[in-house]
C-alpha cells in the first residue's frame, strides 16, 4: 500500500464510520472468545494501528506490519502497541505466543503470495484454543478502483474464506458477511468502473462523510443480526471467526 493511504487511514481510523463499525463486528463476533485480562493479542498486518486499539483494555497487543511507513504511523499515533516490520508469512514470533489475533484485509493483498502459509503463520504462533479473526473484501464482482489503489489482488466468498482456513488447519467456528447495506452501492460502483474507467486511481477515503448519520444506524442494525448470533447473507466483506484446535 502506498504511503498516501497509510496516511489517510491513520487520520481516519480513529472516527471513520466504517473503522469504528469494523471494531465494533470483531467485539460482538468474538469479544466473548478471548481473555478479558492479561492476555496477549496480536495485529496482524496493522497498518496504522487504529484497528487493535479495541484489544488495549483485555491485555497487551501487538503489531506487525511489512511497510515502515505503516509502523512509523502506528508508533507516533498508539504508542502503546508493541511494534515490528514483519511480513504475515513469517511472522516474528515463538509457537503458541497469542491468546487471539486479527487479520483486517490482509490476504487479500499481492505483498501475500499465498494466503494459506500467512493462515498458516497465525495458527502457529496462537495459543491452543486460540482465536483469529479474519475480515477480507467479499465477491470479485465488487472489485473496482480501491483495489488498485490498496493493491488488494482476491476478494473471497464465505465458503472460500472458511476452507483457507481449515486448510491452514483451524477449526471455523463462525463465518459471516458483512456491511450488507453497502453492497448495492459497491456493486452499483463497480459497474460504473467497468463501463467508464476512472481518470485516477481513488481510494474510498477520498469519498468524504457524505452518509455518516445513516450508515451508523444501518451499521448498529446489522450489529444487532450479528449480537442475537444470526449470520449475514452477503455483503462488501466477509469475517471468519477460527480456533486453533487445543
Same mark, same amino acid.
Given at each position: 500500500m502506498e !504511503? /498516501?493511504?497509510?496516511?489517510?487511514?491513520a487520520i481516519a481510523e480513529e472516527q471513520h464510520w466504517w473503522y469504528v463499525a469494523m471494531r465494533q463486528a470483531i467485539e460482538i463476533l468474538a469479544g466473548d472468545l478471548i481473555p478479558g485480562d492479561g492476555g496477549r493479542?496480536?495485529?496482524?498486518g496493522c497498518g496504522p494501528g487504529g484497528? *487493535?486499539?479495541w484489544m488495549q483494555p483485555r491485555g497487551t497487543v501487538f503489531g506487525i506490519d511489512v511497510m515502515p511507513d505503516a509502523i /512509523?504511523?502506528?508508533s507516533e499515533n498508539h504508542p502503546g502497541l508493541i511494534l515490528a516490520q514483519a511480513s504475515v508469512d513469517s511472522l516474528p514470533f515463538a509457537d503458541d505466543s497469542f491468546d487471539a489475533l486479527q487479520s483486517i484485509t490482509i490476504i487479500t493483498h499481492e505483498a501475500v503470495p499465498d494466503p494459506v502459509r500467512a493462515l498458516t503463520e497465525y495458527r502457529r504462533v496462537l495459543k491452543a484454543g486460540g482465536v483469529a479473526v479474519i475480515i477480507e473484501p467479499a465477491f470479485s464482482v465488487l472489485r473496482r478502483e480501491h483495489d488498485r489503489v490498496v493493491h488488494a489482488v482476491r476478494r473471497y466468498r464465505r465458503s472460500s474464506l472458511q476452507s483457507l482456513a481449515v486448510q491452514a488447519g483451524f477449526e471455523v467456528t463462525?463465518?459471516?458477511? &458483512?456491511?450488507?447495506f453497502l453492497?448495492? &452501492?459497491?456493486?452499483?460502483?463497480?459497474?460504473?468502473?467497468? +463501463?467508464?474507467?476512472?481518470?485516477?486511481?481513488?481510494?474510498?477515503l477520498e469519498r468524504g462523510e457524505s452518509g455518516?448519520?445513516?450508515?451508523?444506524?444501518?451499521?448498529? !442494525?446489522?450489529?444487532?443480526?450479528?449480537?442475537? *448470533?444470526?449470520n449475514i447473507p452477503f *455483503? &462488501? !466483506?466477509?469475517?471468519? +471467526?477460527?480456533?486453533?484446535?487445543a
Open positions: !504511503s /498516501e493511504e497509510y496516511r489517510r487511514i493479542f496480536l495485529d496482524a484497528n *487493535g486499539i /512509523e504511523f502506528a463462525r463465518s459471516t458477511y &458483512v456491511y450488507s453492497y448495492p &452501492v459497491a456493486f452499483a460502483l463497480a459497474v460504473l468502473d467497468r +463501463v467508464k474507467r476512472p481518470s485516477r486511481d481513488k481510494s474510498d455518516t448519520t445513516i450508515f451508523n444506524k444501518l451499521a448498529r !442494525s446489522e450489529q444487532k443480526w450479528m449480537r442475537a *448470533g444470526r *455483503g &462488501v !466483506s466477509v469475517a471468519v +471467526v477460527a480456533r486453533k484446535p
